[in-house]
């Protein structure tokens, strides 16, 4: 046989995860860069499962959403920070909020391929240490001056600068297609599915809840691992309940009667790092680690939410899932019954609210709520953007290990720029 021809694809493990507890903006981590926190979520990593020799580590694929010139090569750098071999090729990726988990797939498609037989997959973000852009105008002015074939004509240059060029620029959660954040999108959304304030609150209320009873039991103990002086999730509210969050004032959707979404059954800004760790079974069984689970099956899509959203289209801003797991799940030969757990990124309560509805009514059966979010996510957690597609793998993995027998966990998350990343989770 040709040594180009196809070669059968090997089960993809997933060993365990490390990551920082997530931390509100302009707290604990107010100070951290991207590449520290990273760092200890990798080294947390590497210590729990030994990989400090050479050679342990085929590859390490993460990212970032909101990234400095200093995160050039973030990645990599990272590894030659950490614990891990320096010799351990690295390189970065992002896909906004689905950055964590498309890290995972990239990683996954190397070990099934036989091109590499572990690798560590993750993300993280500073919403604190966001990064300020030099205003445009002040930047064509500096452009000129730099062009300039003559001192004199630099000082030319130079003498355009006015005091309003002086105003950096400032990241703003606004889609470049449609000047909304993303809040707004989904207040859009909200509105056009019915979903109602009790609801929100509810799954909001919940998400805490069942947070805090994980940490209660010491589910996180080997996934968690203090950072700068947090040992658990700073967002998370034990003592959430409906009552205390109906008091809060609405904050998306006051252009419209009836604004439903809150501070609290919205994600608030949240600085944090996570990562992954996968194998073939063959790397597993010869360092004697059982796999959590076996990634499966993942699908990606995309929405045109310009025409949606701010059209009258159909389809909103965070609503590609409602298309990636029907597809998913089709290709897979698999129902929503056939999932013992369901695990949807909660950007905002209404937005995973929306996403259960979209799927009944493109013929999924409904999803039982006991099956979802059964650790919390992210309404408690908090958000970091490309941190949380490996803190939801890896959090979804441990579950299914702790069940007896077999079981198969489903993974939805919502994006950017309109698109989706779905994935699907297997203990046998």
């Known amino acids: 046989m040709s040594p180009l021809a196809a070669q059968p694809t090997r089960r993809v493990a997933v060993l365990g995860g490390a990551r920082v507890p997530f931390a509100r903006s302009d707290g604990p981590y107010a100070t951290a860069s991207n590449q520290e926190m990273l ?74 391929l036989g091109q590499t037989e572990s690798a560590i997959a993750g993300g993280a973000d500073t919403a604190s240490d966001a990064p300020l852009g030099v205003n445009d105008r002040l930047r064509r002015i500096l452009l000129e001056a730099r062009r300039a074939k003559s001192t004199g004509g630099r000082l030319k240059a130079l003498a355009k600068v006015r005091p309003g060029h002086l105003v950096p620029d400032i990241p703003r959660n606004a889609e470049p297609r449609t000047g909304l954040s993303m809040g707004e999108h989904a207040a859009v959304t909200a509105r056009r599915w019915g979903i109602t304030r009790e609801e929100q609150d509810a799954l909001a209320a919940t998400s805490h809840q069942r947070l805090a009873a994980a940490y209660e039991r010491g589910f996180f103990r080997d996934l968690v691992i203090p950072f700068r002086g947090l040992a658990r999730d700073q967002n998370l509210r034990p ?19 009836g604004p439903t979404m809150t501070a609290g059954n919205s994600t608030p800004l949240t600085d944090g790092a996570a990562t992954v760790l996968l194998a073939s079974e063959e790397w597993a069984e010869a360092r004697g680690v059982e796999p959590l689970a076996y990634l499966t099956a993942y699908e990606t899509a995309a929405v045109d939410f310009a025409g949606g959203d701010v059209a009258g289209g159909e389809d909103g801003l965070l609503m590609a899932p409602a298309y990636a797991v029907p597809r998913m799940l089709e290709r897979a030969g698999l129902g929503i019954g056939d999932f013992d757990l369901v695990e949807i990124h909660e950007a905002f309560a209404s937005q995973v609210l929306a996403t259960l509805a979209a799927w009944e009514q493109r013929g999924l059966e409904p999803v039982d709520r006991a099956r979802l979010n059964v650790a919390g996510s992210s309404l408690a957690t908090g958000h970091p953007f490309a941190a949380t597609g490996a803190r939801i793998v890896a959090t979804l993995a441990t579950l299914l290990a702790e069940r007896e027998g077999p079981g198969r966990g489903l993974i939805s998350v919502c994006a950017a720029g309109g698109q989706g990343v779905t994935a699907i989770l297997e203990r046998t």
């Open 39 to 112: 760092t200890a979520a990798l080294n947390g990593l590497v210590e729990r499962h030994g990989l400090q020799e050479p050679g342990s580590v085929g590859e390490f694929v993460a990212g970032a959403v909101l990234k400095h010139s200093r995160d050039f090569n973030l990645a990599r750098e990272t590894v030659l920070g950490s614990a891990l071999d320096p010799r351990t090729p690295a390189y970065d990726i992002q896909q906004a909020c689905g950055t964590g988990l498309q890290a995972v797939i990239a990683a996954a498609n190397k070990i099934a």
């Open 239 to 257: 003592g959430s309940t409906v009552e205390k969050l109906a008091a809060l004032k609405p904050v998306f959707g006051l252009d419209a009667p």
